[in-house]
């Protein structure tokens, strides 16, 4: 299994990364991505993928972490940050309307277009975080700025929103949303998910799944998301493991664990 995105660069996990790292080993999640979300823990991501072979990084500014005054050298960073071998992908980059930031929706939509730019001349894929925003992502994608690969990761929609982001190519990341009994609505979209559109993630230390929701998640949450997913399809764990580990690597082009 491939933990499509997680924090592991954040200091939720200052103190016992190591712990975790072998647990993960041991319950099956293989791989790992480490998602920045401004350039200190995108550096952090980096340094992580650099000194473990199973972690890899992604690089980006998440919509509320970005600062104008300093955008473009903050930018200059990203491409650095991207060019380095250790960074997969770039992201997580997107649209965020909830009250956590001061942006206007059209610097949102800027600073989010000055990334994809830099993941297309680096032919990187892009992760996309949509908070609040997902009408405003498919005029943002009608528009013909997405990239060519990229993905909706802890997807939060129905089935009409589903089917319009499949439409337009984008891969989905599946995250332990779909355990929480009031997302109903999410779960019966992703029983409609293409087995090859799917992947796994966490987002920890957010989002811990089930029962488990309120404490510190780790990247073996994922075998929850990946348990109530093969419910969801009516088919077995091994086979949204298998499935979903191909389109993880696939996708960020990971070394072969199959
Ligand atoms: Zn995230």
């Excluded at 960073?77 to 997580?92: I, K, Y």
Aim: hydrophobic share 40%; with cysteine; charged share 25%.
């Amino acid at each position: 299994m491939i933990d499509s995105h997680c924090h592991l660069n954040l200091s939720q996990f200052d103190t016992d990364l190591s712990v975790i790292l072998v647990r993960m080993q041991e319950k099956g999640v293989r791989q790992a991505i480490v998602v920045g979300v401004d350039g200190k823990s995108s550096e952090r991501a980096l340094k992580l993928a650099a000194k473990y072979d199973n972690l890899f990084a992604a690089c980006g500014f998440h919509p509320t972490e970005i600062q104008t005054k300093t955008w473009s050298q903050d930018l200059l960073l990203l491409e650095r940050q991207v060019l380095s071998t250790d960074c997969v992908a770039v992201g997580e980059v997107g649209l965020d309307f909830s009250n956590e930031h001061n942006l206007s929706v059209d610097e949102q939509l800027n600073y989010l277009k000055n990334q994809i730019d830099v993941a297309k001349k680096l032919n990187k894929p892009v992760i996309f975080h949509l908070r609040r925003a997902n009408d405003a992502f498919i005029e943002f994608a009608k528009s013909g700025h997405l990239p060519k690969k990229a993905v909706v990761h802890c997807f939060e929609g129905d089935h009409s929103f589903l089917k319009r982001i499949l439409d337009f190519g984008l891969m989905v990341s599946l995250s332990g949303l779909i355990t929480y009994p009031k997302n109903q609505f999410i779960r019966e979209a992703a029983a409609f998910l293409p087995h090859d559109r799917a992947m796994i993630e966490t987002d920890s230390p957010f989002l811990a799944p089930g029962n488990l929701r309120g404490t510190r998640n780790d990247p073996t949450g994922a075998i929850y998301v990946a348990t109530e997913l093969a419910k969801l399809w009516q088919t077995s764990l091994d086979h949204v493991d298998k499935i979903t580990t191909i389109n993880s690597m696939k996708f960020f082009n990971l070394p072969d664990i199959i």
